[in-house]
């Protein structure tokens, strides 16, 4: 089953996700291996339960959230190893000499914004982001406190006054904050 799988991933395939994503050769075939080892119906996608079945998305309180953002470009409720790499390109170390879309400071606040968004209106309303702090925290702290902080987060981030954090008011609320580092996980040598 092993030789199986990897004989599906093409040299084209590996430079074209390389270009795409800026892994490496290397890592891109790493990934691939995770991929068909997460593939429990070795049909070439994974489902959600497959992602849920990943120890460490399954105890993370945003998990849920997590597993939706590989889904987004997903019609059929599947993922196939190139949206697999997609999403993860957003995690890669950002490399001042290396360019790339995917991980750059824009794409990692949209994706962070997107973990909020849960109605993807494109805007954050108290209630989304009431729901997304319950998840984070749980019963670690009080409603009333859960309910101060999304108030006072929305005050201080919403510009125009709608009550609503857009992406650019969001943007805005984390300029100082240094996401290229914070998104990012080592995950792979």
């Given at each position: ?31 691939y291996s995770r991929f068909t080892s997460l593939?429990?119906?070795?049909n070439g996608s994974l489902s959600r339960e ?87 925290v749980g019963e670690n702290i009080s409603d ?46």
């Amino acid at each position: 089953m092993g030789n199986k799988s990897s004989l599906m991933l093409q040299e084209q395939d590996i430079k074209d996700i390389q270009a795409e994503t800026g892994y490496m050769p290397s890592q891109i075939e790493r990934l691939y291996s995770r991929f068909t080892s997460l593939d429990k119906g070795d049909n070439g996608s994974l489902s959600r339960e497959d992602f849920l079945r990943i120890p460490e998305l399954a105890i993370n309180p945003l998990g849920d959230r997590i597993v939706h953002a590989f889904f987004k470009e997903s019609q059929d409720d599947r993922v196939n190893f190139r949206q697999f790499v997609r999403v993860l390109a957003h995690f890669r170390p950002v490399k001042k000499t290396q360019e790339n879309k995917l991980n750059s400071r824009d794409e990692k606040l949209r994706f962070a914004f997107k973990m909020y968004d849960l109605d993807d209106d494109e805007r954050i309303s108290r209630e989304e982001l009431l729901a997304v702090l319950n998840m984070m925290v749980g019963e670690n702290i009080s409603d009333e406190q859960l309910n101060s902080i999304a108030e006072r987060t929305i005050l201080e981030a919403d510009r125009d006054g709608d009550r609503m954090i857009s992406f650019t008011e969001f943007c805005a609320a984390l300029e100082r904050t240094d996401v290229e580092q914070k998104m990012s996980i080592k995950f792979l040598k």
